[in-house]
């Protein structure tokens, strides 16, 4: 009975948070360019006008199925992941799962976006595509490594009992081993699509890739499902090295300051080319991994 | 004359299952002397011919058409026996004649067809039989020093003698596994097959390695621990196999991303996937093995279902190459479907099977603490996307590119129903993963390793953690469900686009002949990423000739010893014996 | 082919910027209005930069007059498009470019004119490749004029046509649907041979529902 309270709350509560992150983030960026920007709630009205656009047009079923299924997998994704600690609400269905099932879940609503980008003909979505896959190919090497070494500290891939691990800041990965956080942290950046790893979307360089032939509704869902997955992500890596959340309030704050972590990286550096990043994860991040793995298991 | 050779090729192709469902007592065969030819089911050959009888049958259906030649079939219920016999023996001596019979038949099954070439035929026979003399040596080794052909513990040996049995045993396996650099025959020889019998070579063949490997494990028990103990939580003398294995499936899988012949793609993939085996297997312990086993039986569903997909593709366009087809997706729906859950499997993605086993190998390595290798894992991993993006992409997606694509139609029933089959098979067991780990745990516990016992069929258990096949179905289905239906209830309308043209083009209207596919494209501009452009600057038939080139030079150094009067080459020789019978008369052993 | 009646282009601004509204708001629900209300403050801009018109685009957007502040931002394809904005003379070249951007755009749309020469041809009035009149092409639904406006004038523009969409007006795309066959021959009389295919609008013709 739980289940059917907390899977509208979890989704309603990782859509809030996503409209108001991204809308905060648009502010951020606008006050760092020196001008007004847009109202916190932009991102919900953008979303919500996509949504009642009157016309959407579809190149074929397995068009329309896409957005269907990447909608599905980051729904799956949110039910997930656990929000909270200590308590058995906001647990969604985290207890059948576990970390290297929802980073694989991360990936199959891609792969159903992949497949109606195919399914449109249109060549530069496949480019897209085929960058933002290259790209996945380098951000995981470094961000695995450094989710086995805190399942390797934890010596579980539950992410309840890694959350539960965490009592207090002292206890926290981020403080008990800080430079798996740094391994982490740019792949984690590249894997929310932001600047300076965003090139699979550039408007410019490959007329925005996938998201080329989307308009109307389906780029409604599009946008929820990137709100949406964007902050399980963030919530991930706060229960995975903030120490979780026991409450709503706190979850929000933790994943607020994650967010201006990440923000101000993504303010300040150009973006890169596809081989320039996986390059970069595999020299910095992975070698910053290596000397971690060294650290902390061969000595 | 030809219906009754169908018939009988079919039962003997159909003795694995009946052999699985119905073995009862060991069977021994006087051959002369003392010797005899025994053979059992023991726990690890019965997980195997449980493949064989999935497999066995599978394959055979699409050799059933008109169109294949009788030969093949005969030759494919020849290869199955072999295989069996193979399984089955319980003596090294019955081991290897099941498989050269293996060996010879497939040799036949590739030589017969009509695309393939002295060189591809050449290095096949070359590369098996090696690895057959290999086995040969192995056996013989094992019999001089115990006195019995049996398969069973090898234990008192020495160091010394030890690593060379199993040196010559790992080679003669890891060349059937195809490991790196060991896998030149595969891309070349799957490639020219007829497309029924590479689909025997990727699932059945190939795995009677894997079989080989683990049966390593039986006959050297005190391979993984005795012998130079642990590295972190692992076995030291598995960590080189493991690294061999996962260096195996990255070059493999950058190999693939760059090919753009879909048989030649397929069979690299093949190489990577069998990589990850051999990564778990030197991993070892109980999640190791249940989890290399448990992805040799996905592998083994897999790649029937891929290879019997694109067979169906290949018989019904005649194209091979990514280039030259596209947009099958409306004309060749079901094997549309036949593919979309063959790479998802092949992917690793949840809910389907491919992720149950690469779970357990990911929990392994984390519990053997060998992350670096987990890391390069996770490498090919990701990297195995790409080309199974390129594999749905460029037959099924985008724009048709050839005017075979253009009119194709729906491959024929024979090429479908195990299609439909697999599907269903690998649905249901990305559904209930616990069974596959059901079935590797009597081979554990016959290996003396503590089962991986799930509460229940739904759930996959680890001592790490697992996950629930069942919740995850039901959750992902029941929200693609809702979200489809609250999309209808959106107001406004949807509407299909004019025509095929009708793209976000800046403005410009592409015309019906202009190049939109993008299947050949994809994956070049991985070369400009340094590490993957120096892997595919580099080839291991590069590494052989390179080889060759050494030993020649080598012999043209030694070749100086002889020099052209021939008093001079007598006088070395003479020199050399003198040498060696004073060095033996010092010892005082006498000659 | 073509018979003029009553006002035309440029003309029809005192009459659609005075045109009471008041009946049309009465009619709407409150979904409607909500609906209405959300269309007008997110305006995803494709901006067809044709002639110097484009230069002008770069200061609204940027940090100088900061568009976005209305919810005014750039979208790199048409399909993610609501406002079309056509900056400066249209050479008939860029003319079909232009209506295949325009037709790919997902309902409701609206076309932002820019400058004198959308209006009459402006200092083009007799170049033999350039079209005088828009309007006869497109459905405009607004015209910024000046030879360029600059940002503050294109700024008024939009918030002119948000209080239009907000006030429930239905916006120039139901004008192209009800006068499909007048804009195709308009456009078939200068671009002749070079046509565009119909694909993206023959669905208009067989009576496509809003």
């Not at chain 2, 894997?210 to 005190?222: A, C, H």
């Not at chain 2, 499936?249 to 069998?274: C, E, H, N, P």
């Not at chain 2, 592998?299 to 194209?319: C, D, P, R």
């Not at chain 3, 004198?116 to 639904?141: A, E, R």
Request: net charge neutral; glycine share 10%; hydrophobic share 50%.
């Amino acid at each position: 009975m739980r289940a059917l309270i907390d899977v509208p709350l979890m989704l309603l509560v990782t859509y809030t948070m996503g409209f108001f992150m991204y809308g905060f983030y648009r502010q951020f960026m606008a006050r760092i360019q020196n001008r007004r920007g847009p109202p916190i709630w932009q991102n919900l009205y953008d979303n919500l006008k996509f949504f009642s656009k009157s016309e959407t047009l579809s190149h074929g079923p397995m068009f329309f199925l896409g957005p269907m299924i990447m909608m599905a997998g980051a729904v799956t994704t949110v039910l997930f992941i656990p929000m909270l600690k200590d308590t058995a609400w906001l647990q969604g269905f985290s207890a059948s799962g576990n970390l290297i099932l929802v980073m694989f879940l991360m990936v199959v609503g891609p792969l159903g976006n992949a497949l109606a980008v195919g399914a449109s003909g249109n060549p530069f979505g496949v480019m897209g595509v085929t960058r933002g896959l290259t790209r996945l190919m380098g951000l995981e090497v470094p961000f695995f490594l450094g989710l086995a070494l805190i399942m390797v500290q934890y010596e579980t891939v539950s992410i309840s009992a890694i959350m539960a691990a965490q009592p207090t800041l002292a206890e926290w990965t981020l403080v008990t081993n800080p430079l798996i956080f740094l391994v982490v942290l740019l792949p984690f950046i590249a894997s929310l699509n932001a600047s300076p790893f965003d090139v699979v979307g550039a408007p410019v360089e490959v007329y925005s890739g996938p998201r080329v032939e989307f308009g109307g509704r389906l780029l409604g869902i599009l946008m929820t499902q990137n709100m949406m997955l964007s902050m399980a992500k963030y919530v991930l890596v706060v229960a995975l090295f903030m120490g979780g959340a026991s409450n709503l309030l706190e979850l929000f704050v933790k994943v607020f300051v994650l967010f201006m972590l990440t923000a101000s990286i993504s303010a300040v550096f150009p973006r890169l080319r596809t081989e320039q990043a996986v390059d970069f994860f595999w020299r910095i991040p992975l070698g910053l991994g290596v000397v971690a793995v060294i650290l902390t298991l061969w000595i | 004359m030809r219906l009754f050779l169908r018939v009988l090729s079919l039962m003997v192709v159909v003795t694995p299952a009946v052999t699985w469902f119905a073995w009862d007592g060991a069977l021994v065969w006087p051959l002369f002397g003392g010797a005899t030819l025994s053979f059992d089911v023991t726990p690890l050959a019965s997980f195997f011919l449980l493949l064989l009888a999935m497999g066995a049958p599978l394959a055979a259906l699409p050799m059933l058409r008109k169109e294949e030649p009788d030969w093949q079939l005969a030759l494919f219920a020849l290869l199955v026996l072999g295989m069996q016999g193979l399984l089955l023996a319980q003596d090294l001596v019955g081991f290897f004649i099941g498989w050269e019979i293996m060996t010879w038949s497939s040799w036949l099954l590739i030589v017969r067809s009509p695309r393939t070439d002295a060189g591809t035929a050449a290095s096949y026979i070359l590369f098996n039989l090696s690895a057959a003399f290999l086995l040969l040596a192995g056996l013989l080794g094992v019999y001089s020093l115990t006195g019995s052909f049996a398969i069973q513990a090898l234990v008192d040996l020495t160091l010394a003698q030890g690593l060379v049995l199993v040196l010559l045993f790992g080679a003669a396996f890891l060349i059937k596994i195809g490991t790196l650099p060991l896998h030149l025959w595969i891309p070349r020889s799957y490639d020219q097959a007829p497309e029924p019998v590479t689909v025997v070579l990727s699932a059945l063949v190939s795995k009677m390695g894997v079989y080989g490997l683990l049966l390593m494990l039986i006959l050297f028990p005190e391979m993984p621990g005795r012998w130079f103990g642990d590295w972190l939580n692992g076995p030291l003398s598995g960590y080189g196999l493991a690294w061999i294995g996962v260096i195996t499936s990255i070059v493999a899988t950058f190999k693939a991303i760059a090919q753009d012949d879909m048989k030649r793609l397929l069979a690299y993939s093949s190489i990577g996937q069998l990589g990850y085996v051999t990564t778990a297997i030197g991993v070892g312990g109980a999640l190791g093995i249940s989890g290399a086993l448990y992805h040799a039986l996905v592998h083994t569903l897999v790649s029937l279902l891929l290879f019997i997909s694109f067979a169906g593709i290949i018989a019904q366009t005649g194209q091979r190459r990514f280039n030259d087809l596209g947009e099958l997706i409306y004309r060749m729906p079901i094997s549309f479907f036949g593919v979309l859950i063959g790479i998802i499997a092949l992917a690793g993605m949840p809910p389907l099977p491919g992720f149950a086993s690469k779970f357990l190998i990911f929990v392994a390595l984390i519990e053997a603490q060998w992350i670096l290798l987990f890391a390069a894992v996770i490498l090919s991993s990701a990297a195995a996307f790409l080309y199974c993006y390129k594999l749905i992409y460029a037959p099924f997606l985008g724009q048709a590119n050839s005017p075979e694509a253009r009119v194709a139609r729906e491959a024929p029933w024979p090429y479908l129903i195990p299609q439909i089959i697999l599907m269903g098979m690998l649905v249901g067991l990305g559904m209930f993963p616990g069974m596959g780990t059901a079935l590797a745990d009597p081979v554990l516990a016959a290996l003396g390793l503590a089962p991986l016992d799930g509460p229940s069929l739904g759930t996959l258990a680890t001592p790490y953690g697992g996950y629930d096949g069942v919740t995850l179905m039901l959750v992902f289905g029941i929200a693609f469900a809702l979200v489809t239906a609250l999309f209808y209830m959106l107001r406004g309308q949807l509407r299909r686009a004019g025509s095929r043209q009708d793209l976000s083009f800046a403005g410009e209207v592409p015309t019906p002949d202009q190049p939109l596919h993008y299947g050949a494209g994809m994956g070049r501009e991985l070369r400009r990423i340094p590490l993957i452009g120096w892997i595919l600057a580099r080839s291991s038939s590069g590494f052989f000739s390179g080889l060759a080139e050494r030993v020649e030079r080598l012999a043209e150094h030694s070749s100086r010893l002889y020099p052209s009067q021939p008093w001079r080459w007598v006088q070395s020789f003479v020199v050399v014996f003198a040498v060696l019978l004073t060095w033996g008369l010092v010892r005082g052993g006498g000659l | 082919m073509y018979h003029k009646t009553g006002c035309e282009g440029f003309q029809c601004e005192d009459q659609t910027l005075g045109a009471d509204l008041a009946g049309v708001r009465d009619e709407q629900t409150v979904v409607d209005r909500l609906v209405a209300w959300l269309r007008q403050r997110s305006l995803f801009v494709l901006a067809y930069g044709t002639g110097c018109g484009a230069i002008e685009i770069r200061p609204l957007m940027t940090s100088r007059y900061d568009a976005e502040r209305f919810g005014i931002i750039g979208a790199a394809t048409p399909r993610q498009a609501d406002v079309l904005v056509i900056s400066g003379y249209l050479a008939i070249k860029t003319l079909k470019r232009v209506i295949r951007s325009y037709e790919q755009m997902q309902e409701p749309k609206y076309v932002i004119a820019l400058g004198s020469c959308t209006i009459n041809g402006g200092m083009y009035w007799d170049s033999y490749n350039t079209v005088k009149q828009v309007d006869h092409y497109l459905p405009v639904d607004l015209f910024v004029n000046g030879c360029m406006p600059r940002p503050e004038a294109l700024i008024e523009g939009f918030v002119a046509l948000q209080k239009r969409i907000a006030d429930g007006e239905k916006g120039g795309w139901l004008r192209y649907r009800e006068n499909l066959d007048w804009y195709k021959a308009n456009q078939r009389r200068v671009l002749g041979a070079n046509m565009l295919p119909d694909d993206t609008s023959a669905w208009l013709q067989v009576g496509g529902q809003a």
